[in-house]
């Protein structure tokens, strides 16, 4: 039997733990709609098969999608300290398509654009070697993966740019741990986060190749960056085989997506189709692991 006292609490015990039950389901919300006053870390906001998880109080999250055709989107959702949840970004990409008279080449394109946050910490990592597609070598998949951070911590580039870039990253190792990256064939969404960061393989809506989450602080400093690549698409890990045809290259997307983790954007593909972060990746090249002057200038104005 229990005294007085002890029965209060538990009475009391019992009622809080009712109002989490009910505050805990998650509500989604499109991101179309307003937001009602009680979406909170933990919730959902959707648009169309991309969507976020709220962060905590005081966080951003990024979602950055890669299509194989070259569109792509981008949603970033701020949880404020007060708990306000505003939408920073919703964007396909936006600039207006103009037919370039020539594709200016990579060394003299100097289009960037920001995503937001950057890191002041070296970038640890972790590649979830056992997602890997039957098709690819784990270890070569492996290879490819950390020359492609390599890319853009040492800004590689073919046109005689130094390296000024201060960016680091170092390579854990691998993980058993998926990416903190939800969903399949049709959906994906940022979860919460974990605190450490994964690169891994994983079934994503059918077009997609790739799919960055980004977390940032109310400074835009990042916290966490984890990135899916899309088993329903062919790869290659190193150089390019022989009679490739629509596979595509651990090493440039690899750069592509850590270009989105260390705080770059996209610039069109219509414009400037042979920078880095274009939004498309053509199949059967290398071409994207070396940096183009865009991509070089914006790492230099972060790092
Ligand atoms: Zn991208």
Redesign the pocket.
């Known amino acids: 039997m229990l005294a007085d006292g002890q029965r209060m609490r538990a009475a009391v015990v019992a009622v809080i733990l009712a109002g989490c039950t009910v505050g805990d389901d998650p509500i989604e919300v499109s991101v179309d709609e307003p937001f009602p006053a009680e979406l909170a870390a933990g919730d959902v906001i959707r648009a169309g098969d991309v969507a976020v998880e709220v962060p905590a109080a005081g966080e951003t999250v990024t979602i950055?999608v890669?299509d194989e055709h070259g569109d792509?989107f981008e949603l970033a959702i701020a949880n404020a300290h007060d708990g306000i949840v505003t939408i920073v970004t919703t964007a396909p990409d936006d600039e207006p398509l103009v037919i370039a008279a020539g594709s200016p080449a990579p060394c003299q394109d100097g289009a960037f654009k920001l995503a937001g946050h950057r890191w002041t910490t070296e970038y640890r990592w972790k590649f979830q070697a056992g997602s890997t597609p039957g098709a690819n070598s784990r270890d070569n998949v492996e290879t490819g993966l950390v020359r492609a951070a390599n890319a853009i911590t040492g800004s590689r580039n073919s046109c005689g740019f130094a390296d000024l870039v201060s960016a680091t990253h170092q390579y854990l190792g691998r993980t058993t741990s998926a990416p903190n990256i939800k969903g399949g064939t049709t959906s994906v969404s940022c979860g919460a986060r974990d605190s450490v960061n994964t690169v891994g393989f994983g079934a994503l809506p059918s077009t997609y190749l790739g799919v960055a989450c980004s977390w940032s602080d109310g400074n835009g400093v990042a916290l966490e960056g984890d990135v899916k690549l899309s088993t329903r698409h062919a790869w290659y890990a190193l150089g390019v085989p022989s009679g490739c045809t629509k596979r595509f290259g651990i090493q440039p997307v690899g750069a592509?997506e850590f270009g989105?983790i260390f705080g770059l954007g996209?610039v069109s593909e219509s414009n400037h189709p042979n920078l880095t972060m274009s939004?498309a990746t053509a199949p059967c090249t290398n071409a994207g692991l070396s940096l183009g002057l865009g991509d070089v200038r914006a790492l230099r104005q972060l790092y």
Do not use: L, R
């Open positions: 950055t890669d792509s592509h989105h996209h939004t």
